[in-house]
Antibody, heavy 122, light 110 residues
């Protein structure tokens, strides 16, 4: 069964740090790009960051650039998101998602984890 | 980066057909994908590409696109289709590739 399981969320003070993990199983992890997507309470989905299958290319939303770092360990089938300088507006459920691209124009996220909750508050 | 625009809310009578739209410049270069999200649950992919359904998605869900607009159509809406629906696509209009989501459409089945 293809599965993604996030962990590492919690309560952190503004300015603090947190590292999220996403354990993947049921597919060849290194063959797929992965993304982090977040959803603030009562709000819509917001793409946060993506990483290529090899880990050699990374991409970030402007809202997190310079504060968050995405990485992966293909030997452990695990995706990470290091979050520094956290702000109240980073409070959200964070989902990891498996990406697929077909012929360069068909892009989709076909597998999602259940999410992990990050709360930034004093 | 570009944006994707969706109507905030749409309603449909049980058994009728409803279309949810998504507009944005990135859709001129990339197909939209569509996600269903029910309260307290993770999003689920329902349509991708020109009109492709993942395994397990009922065939009452279909997709189409024209120019800068993508549409998700539910033919014969069921009570269990009541959910939030999001479109997304890749966006290469900026200095680096990004991913964009629409603001979401809350579908109410009456």
């Amino acid at each position: 069964e293809v599965q993604l399981v996030e962990s590492g969320g919690g309560l952190v003070q503004p300015g603090g740090s947190l590292r999220l993990s996403c354990a993947a199983s049921g597919f060849t992890f290194s063959s797929y790009a992965m993304s982090w997507v977040r959803q603030a309470p009562g709000k819509g989905l917001e793409w946060v960051s993506a990483i290529s299958g090899s880990g050699g290319s990374t991409y970030y939303a402007d809202s997190v650039k310079g504060r968050f770092t995405i990485s992966r360990d293909n030997s452990k089938n695990t995706l990470y998101l290091q979050m520094n300088s956290l702000r109240a507006e980073d409070t959200a459920v964070y989902y990891c998602a498996k990406e697929s691209v077909v012929r360069g124009v068909i892009y989709y996220m076909d597998v999602w984890g259940k999410g992990t909750t990050v709360t930034v508050s004093s | 980066s570009s944006e994707l625009t969706q109507d905030p809310a749409v309603s449909v009578a049980l058994g009728q057909t409803v279309r949810i739209t998504c507009q944005g410049d990135s859709l001129r270069s990339y197909y939209a994908s569509w996600y269903q999200q029910k309260p307290g649950q993770a999003p689920v992919l329902v349509i991708y590409g020109k009109n492709n359904r993942p395994s397990g998605i009922p065939d009452r869900f279909s997709g189409s696109s024209s120019g800068n607009t993508a549409s998700l159509t539910i033919t014969g809406a069921q009570a269990e289709d009541e959910a939030d629906y999001y479109c997304n696509s890749r966006d290469s209009s900026g200095n680096h590739p990004e991913v964009v989501f629409g603001g979401g459409t809350k579908l109410t089945v009456l």
